[in-house]
C-alpha cells in the first residue's frame, strides 16, 4: 500500500494506492493551510495548519480520520513582536520531534509532540536581527540529520542559509560557502542573505547533501562547508524541491526559469532526474504533459517512498507519481487547491 | 455574568463544538477566557501572541464591534466572534 498525504492551501488529502489504482480520501481540515505531515515517537499522524484569518498548529491524529489539534504547539509567547504564521517541517529525532516555523525558529518536542519548547540557541542566533524573508516568508523549513551522529543537523531558512550543529543544536554556524547570493547581501552579518530553497542527504553519508537554491543546484561533500554547482543538462537553475529515491540513489527537481518568471522553460514540464550524484542531469521518464504547461512545484510538495516512488504536486492543484523511479509519470485523478505539501505516509 | 458566544463553523468543526456555547464572564475578554476554558484549542486562532483580536477576525458585542475586550457584558448578551471578509487574499 503507498499512501501519499496532499496538503494544499485548503485542507488535506490522503492518496492510496493498494496496486488497483489511487483511492482519495479528503478534505481533511477543510478551509486550512496545510504545512507538512509527519509522524510522532508513539505513532500518531501529525499535520500542521495555518490560516490568513487564524493561528498556526500542529494537529495529531491515530488514524488520519479524527484530528485534533495539539493545544500546547509552538508559539512565541506573549514576550516579544515575533509572530507564529506557519509549521513548515517537522523532523524527528530519535524520541525528540523538532519543528521548523516561519516567523524563522525551531521548535522542540520530548513529549511525543504534547508540548513544544524553543530551541533559543538557534532562534536567538547572534545573525538574528539580519534575517530577512524571502518571497515565501522568513521561513525555518528543511532540517536534515546525521543518522549516524544525531549531534549533527543542518537547517534551511529563506533567505539566510543553511545552517550547521554539531553538538545537538548547542550551537550553530553558517554553512554557504561557494553559494552565489542572490542580493548584495547584509553588511554587518555577512554570513547570512542566501535562499536556501531545499536540501536533500544522502542518509549513508551524510556529509552529501544536495542543494536546490534560488541561484542554483548545488552540491556539498563535506558536511555543507564548501558548496559546488551542479546544473549540467538542466534547462535552468531555479526550482523549489529536490528530493532522492533511496532506492537507485537518483536524484529529482523541476526546474524553472528563472526567479522572475517561476515558470517550466517554454511551457515544457518536467522532472530532471540525476543518476550520477548530481553530476548530469537529463529529462526523465514518459507520461509528462505534451501540451505547455504552466505551473510550478512547490519545496515541500515533493517526496519519495524510498523505493523507486516519486509524488509531487503543483500550484496547479496536479498530483504526479512514478513507481518505477521515474521512467513513467502518471498524473493522480482530481484537481486540488494549490498544493504546499506532498509527503509519503506510514501508515 | 451569563453570555452566549458563537464562533465560525470552520473553528467549531476544528474543534467539534457547536457554534454557540454559552459561558460566564463580566467582560468581553472573561467571556473569551471562558471560550478558551472549553476550548483551550481556539485562543491561538482567536487571538494572537500579545492577546490581541487577530487582524483577520473580528468580535461581535450585542451586533456592535468589540471596540476594547475589557467592555462590560451583562447577562443575556451576545459576542459573536466572525471570520473578517479581510484576510481571504487567496
Known sequence: ???????????????????????????????????????????????????????????????????????????????????????????????????????????????????????????????????????????????????????????????????????????????????????????????????????????????????????????????????????????????????????????????LESDQYRLPVDGKFRVYRSTDGGDSWHESGTGMPDVPTYTGVLRDAMDTDGDGGVFFGTTGGDVWATQDGGDHWEKLPGMFPRINTVKVIEE | MTVTVTIPKMLAELVKSERSITVEGGSVREVLDGLFAVHPELRVHVLDETGTVRPHVSCFHNDRAVGSLDESVADGDTVLILQAVSGGAR
Not at chain 1, 489539534?69 to 506573549?78: A, I, K, L, R, T
Not at chain 1, 519543528?99 to 545573525?127: K, Y
Not at chain 1, 554557504?176 to 553519508?205: F, K, L, S, T, W
Open chain 1, 1 to 255: 500500500m503507498t499512501s501519499i498525504g496532499i496538503g494544499t492551501l485548503k485542507g488535506a488529502w490522503f492518496a492510496r494506492n493498494d496496486g488497483s489504482g489511487w483511492e482519495l480520501d479528503g478534505p481533511h481540515l477543510k478551509g486550512w493551510q496545510i504545512g507538512t505531515f509527519a509522524k510522532a515517537p508513539g505513532g500518531d499522524h501529525l499535520l500542521t495548519t495555518s490560516s490568513s484569518w487564524y493561528g498556526a498548529a500542529v494537529h495529531r491524529s491515530p488514524d488520519m480520520g479524527e484530528w485534533t489539534q495539539v493545544v500546547d504547539g509552538p508559539s512565541y509567547g506573549e514576550n516579544g513582536d515575533r509572530k507564529l504564521e506557519a509549521i513548515w517541517t517537522i523532523h524527528r529525532s530519535g524520541d525528540s520531534l523538532f519543528a521548523g516555523v516561519a516567523e524563522a525558529g525551531l521548535f522542540r518536542s520530548d513529549d511525543d509532540a504534547t508540548t513544544w519548547h524553543p530551541v533559543e540557541s538557534f532562534n536567538e542566533h547572534e545573525t538574528r536581527p539580519g534575517w530577512e524573508p524571502g518571497f515565501g516568508g522568513l521561513a525555518a523549513h528543511r532540517i536534515l540529520q546525521d543518522p549516524q551522529n544525531l549531534e549533527r543537523m543542518w537547517v534551511g531558512v529563506s533567505a539566510v542559509g543553511v545552517f550547521y550543529s554539531d553538538d545537538g543544536g548547542e550551537s550553530w554556524k553558517l554553512r554557504n560557502e561557494g553559494v552565489h547570493r542572490p542580493g548584495p547581501g547584509n553588511e554587518e552579518y555577512p554570513g547570512i542573505g542566501y535562499c536556501i530553497h531545499c536540501i536533500v542527504a544522502d542518509p549513508a553519508d551524510a556529509d552529501t547533501i544536495w542543494r536546490q537554491d534560488h541561484t542554483g543546484v548545488y552540491r556539498t561533500t563535506d558536511g555543507a562547508q564548501t558548496w559546488h554547482r551542479i546544473e549540467n543538462g538542466l534547462p535552468a537553475g531555479f526550482g523549489f524541491p529536490i528530493v532522492r529515491d533511496a532506492a537507485s540513489g537518483a536524484l529529482f527537481v523541476i526546474p
